[in-house]
């Protein structure tokens, strides 16, 4: 294991408020990094924050993307994740039936180009573009697409492997032209950042009056949250700086000058939240049929919470907020 220096965060970082633990334990789900972390509940209601404390050092955060998944590509264990995803392929195929007639597959398609299937292609900024496969299948639906990363090494990767400009640091430090983008999205992306405030004002600037801004991250409210504790991927720890729930997410929005036209929670995609934060749990290596029943499970869960929204709304594994640039 590697380590990563970290150092004490006690106050909120977006308003400056103190924070009770709301949960401790979380160590690297990737087994990388040596260390345990916890993060921070704001106690200001208007802000309503989660935050890392301790937290690496901006110098020192590379150290946890040097093997992150949506920035490398990993050789090992090709033979096994090939079965388990030709398992994964029936058993998603067994329920399409089910999830047709409930309204995930509706979900899932809404949330596959992040919300923006129905509207007019334009001009579109993937903000923590990461692997670059977003962009690309944004590019294919007909969007002049651009990315940013703070990884000059993914940046290039997305550059060499789809022909797409990817911007290299913070938002922020870019320098893009105001008024020039009709849409910018974060997927998975904003619990990464130091400063989320700062991006989102910088995403009002360089939005067009009218623009759509899309943001989906992980819900600290989520059902899964709850039931896994230290153990749930979502803490994603050190690597998520802040984490959300739908109010917390809406209320900084809302601050930074946008409009909201959308502000929930979503299930499709959870069940491998679910199998991931089970395997920290058990913290032990899985036989190959042990993953075989564990991602049926997941499956199952994923439905539970999908069905679970009817009475305990706003608990899905992901906050999804969309919001515009007012036009005057």
């Given at each position: 294991?590697?380590?990563?220096?970290?150092?004490?965060?006690?106050?909120?970082?977006?308003?400056?408020?103190?924070?009770?633990?709301?949960?401790?334990?979380?160590?690297?789900?990737?087994?990388?990094?040596?260390g345990s972390w916890r993060f921070r509940?704001?106690?200001?209601?208007?802000?309503?924050?989660?935050?890392?404390?301790?937290?690496?050092?901006?110098?020192?955060?590379?150290?946890?993307?040097?093997?992150?998944?949506?920035h490398t590509r990993k050789s090992s264990?090709?033979?096994?994740?090939?079965?388990?995803?030709?398992?994964?392929?029936?058993?998603?195929?067994?329920?399409?039936?089910?999830?047709?007639?409930?309204?995930?597959?509706?979900?899932?398609?809404?949330?596959?180009?992040?919300?923006?299937?129905?509207?007019?292609?334009?001009?579109?900024?993937?903000?923590?573009?990461?692997?670059?496969?977003?962009?690309?299948?944004?590019?294919?639906?007909?969007?002049?697409?651009?990315?940013?990363?703070?990884?000059?090494?993914?940046?290039?990767?997305?550059?060499?492997?789809?022909?797409?400009?990817?911007?290299?640091?913070?938002?922020?430090?870019?320098?893009?032209?105001?008024?020039?983008?009709?849409?910018?999205?974060?997927?998975?992306?904003?619990?990464?950042?130091?400063?989320?405030?700062?991006?989102?004002?910088?995403?009002?600037?360089?939005?067009?009056?009218?623009?759509?801004?899309?943001?989906?991250?992980?819900?600290?409210?989520?059902?899964?949250?709850?039931?896994?504790?230290?153990?749930?991927?979502?803490?994603?720890?050190?690597?998520?700086?802040?984490?959300?729930?739908?109010?917390?997410?809406?209320?900084?929005?809302?601050?930074?000058?946008?409009?909201?036209?959308?502000?929930?929670?979503?299930?499709?995609?959870?069940?491998?939240?679910?199998?991931?934060?089970?395997?920290?749990?058990?913290?032990?290596?899985?036989?190959?049929?042990?993953?075989?029943?564990?991602?049926?499970?997941?499956?199952?869960?994923?439905?539970?919470?999908?069905?679970?929204?009817?009475?305990?709304?706003?608990?899905?594994?992901?906050?999804?907020?969309?919001?515009?640039?007012?036009?005057?």
């Amino acid at each position: 294991m590697n380590s990563i220096a970290s150092e004490p965060r006690l106050t909120c970082d977006l308003c400056g408020s103190t924070g009770e633990v709301a949960q401790s334990g979380i160590r690297d789900p990737d087994g990388n990094l040596e260390g345990s972390w916890r993060f921070r509940r704001c106690a200001d209601t208007a802000c309503g924050a989660y935050w890392l404390d301790p937290a690496p050092p901006p110098h020192e955060l590379w150290k946890a993307y040097a093997t992150y998944h949506t920035h490398t590509r990993k050789s090992s264990g090709r033979l096994g994740k090939a079965m388990l995803s030709l398992a994964h392929r029936f058993i998603k195929l067994g329920l399409l039936p089910l999830w047709l007639a409930n309204g995930m597959k509706r979900e899932a398609d809404y949330l596959r180009f992040m919300t923006l299937g129905d509207e007019p292609t334009g001009k579109l900024l993937d903000v923590g573009c990461g692997g670059g496969r977003l962009l690309n299948r944004m590019k294919k639906h007909g969007w002049q697409v651009e990315g940013t990363d703070f990884d000059e090494q993914a940046a290039q990767r997305v550059a060499s492997r789809y022909g797409i400009k990817a911007h290299v640091g913070d938002l922020p430090q870019c320098g893009l032209p105001a008024d020039s983008f009709d849409a910018i999205v974060m997927s998975q992306a904003i619990e990464h950042l130091y400063d989320p405030k700062a991006t989102l004002r910088e995403c009002l600037r360089i939005l067009k009056p009218g623009g759509l801004l899309v943001m989906t991250t992980p819900n600290a409210h989520s059902i899964g949250a709850t039931e896994f504790g230290a153990s749930w991927r979502g803490w994603e720890a050190p690597r998520h700086l802040h984490l959300f729930t739908v109010e917390s997410l809406r209320n900084l929005t809302q601050q930074s000058g946008f409009e909201i036209a959308e502000a929930t929670t979503y299930s499709a995609g959870s069940a491998v939240v679910y199998r991931v934060s089970r395997e920290i749990q058990l913290s032990r290596v899985a036989s190959w049929l042990d993953q075989l029943a564990a991602l049926v499970w997941s499956y199952r869960k994923e439905l539970h919470e999908f069905r679970a929204q009817v009475h305990e709304p706003l608990t899905g594994q992901n906050v999804l907020i969309r919001a515009r640039k007012p036009t005057h």
